[in-house]
């Protein structure tokens, strides 16, 4: 292993918003590395083949490159293409496929472990996501090989009898999807109805399919058990017994809470276990430990987005400029 390198700033996540905080901190001279555990902006590369943003083009912009799509809302490959283009032009410090395996803080120094390389920064900006960490169901036969929580694409499951657990975005658009592709689509959802948060051009579509029997429906309703040819539900009318082949569970993701606890940092004592950060710099309960991005919004995975989020580098590159100037004279690792 090579000598510690030492940076003014490490990044893990080389996410959209990670990217961003890469850009910013190039642009103020800091010494800065981006390090991802996976590929290029992973969380979008494990989207849905066929999905398409919410956000316009203009919208998922960062650093001043422009995003042109071919409809009015990009699609993943567009987006993938994008990314990669920004890391080139703006040529990002980033180490790809080098997961963080540990992170220790002494006499004001960040040490942050990898398997390749040890490296040393005084400020630490957690980008991360959340797609890593789905929500189990918790019940019997979770683990079979038919159960899958992360989805690509709809052809394997033409002809064949699926289960889709979940009413948001994700849910939808995967029963909708697979319908139209040949499979049979039964939801089985806790709520009472699609959540309000479905891309407004997608619930209507979902709504009118369940509403003439294309694609059957749950309400009120939870999976209890699974088998390799069944799936057992509990709903407001009884136990149903579901012949099935496999089970969609888009029940959601959620952030990496023990890996943030282990650094120290305190969340407040609400619902959504949010993170206690400084609105006007980003910096965490920890001092130039900093949040960017989703992970911001603790349970609430849907409150911070690309849009809304690309604001955050600034707030922090310009609160660690701040602290560097203020230490400058004559004082380094």
């Known amino acids: 292993m090579e000598a510690h390198k030492k940076y003014d700033i490490v990044i893990i996540g080389a996410g959209p918003i990670g990217l961003a905080c890469g ?196 309400f009120n309703s939870e999976v209890t058990n699974i088998t390799p040819h069944h799936v057992d539900i509990k709903t407001p009318e009884g136990p149903l017994q579901l012949e099935n082949d496999f089970v969609l569970a888009m029940t959601g993701y959620q952030p990496p809470f023990d890996f943030m606890k282990s650094l120290g940092i305190q969340f407040q004592n609400d619902e959504y276990h949010t993170p206690v950060y400084n609105e006007g710099t980003m910096e965490s309960s920890v001092d130039n430990l900093y949040l960017a991005g989703v992970v911001c919004g603790g349970l609430k995975t849907n409150k911070w987005f690309i849009e809304n989020s690309r604001v955050h580098a600034g707030l922090i590159i310009d609160a660690v400029k701040s602290k560097t100037l203020s230490v400058k004279q004559g004082q380094g690792f």
């Open 23 to 218: 850009i910013e901190a190039k642009k103020a001279g800091l010494k800065y590395l981006i390090l991802e555990k996976g590929c290029l902006v992973n969380s979008l590369y494990r989207y849905p083949f066929n999905m398409t943003f919410f956000s316009t083009s203009e919208k998922l912009e960062i650093g001043g490159v422009p995003f042109i799509s071919h409809g009015p809302k990009p699609n993943r490959a567009e987006a993938l293409e994008y990314y990669r283009r920004v890391a080139s032009s703006w040529q990002l410090e980033i180490k790809l496929y080098e997961k963080v395996e540990a992170v220790h803080k002494a006499n004001g120094i960040f040490e942050i472990s990898t398997a390749k390389q040890k490296y040393h920064s005084k400020a630490l900006v957690l980008s991360l996501g959340f797609y890593d960490l789905p929500y189990l169901l918790h019940v019997p036969g979770e683990d079979l090989p038919k159960v899958r929580h992360y989805y690509d694409e709809p052809h394997p499951y033409f002809n064949q009898k699926i289960v889709v657990v979940g009413a948001a975005n994700s849910a939808v658009d995967v029963a909708l999807e697979t319908w139209r592709k040949g499979a049979d689509v039964t939801m089985v959802i806790r709520e009472p109805g699609i959540k309000d948060t479905v891309k407004y051009w997608v619930k209507p579509d979902i709504e009118n399919r369940i509403k003439e029997g294309g694609i059957k429906a749950y």
